[in-house]
């Protein structure tokens, strides 16, 4: 049994952390020896009575970590 691919999403607090990390996470990718598979964002609100009470930007990270067939090339 083995990891091929991971996703992990992160909370952060604004669109600069967000592109921040994901060109943080390319430059891991080269270095970690896995390949960036996605990558995005998304702003999200809270709002309470119809008033924005809270923003954050949850980050999405897609790590392929080897292929299907990597084991019988």
């Known amino acids: 049994m083995r990891l091929i691919e991971r ?3 992160y909370v952060v ?3 600069e952390e967000a592109i921040k990390l994901i060109q943080t996470s390319k430059k891991d990718a080269e270095e970690n020896g896995y390949v ?5 964002y998304a702003y999200k609100t809270k709002k309470a009575k119809g008033e924005i ?3 954050v930007w949850v980050t ?3 790590k392929v970590l080897g292929g299907v ?3 019988y090339e």
């Open 13 to 15: 607090d604004s669109e």
């Open 7 to 9: 996703t992990e999403k």
């Open 69 to 71: 067939w990597d084991d």
């Open 60 to 62: 999405t990270i897609k």
């Open 53 to 55: 009470v809270g923003e």
């Open 36 to 40: 960036l598979g996605a990558s995005g």
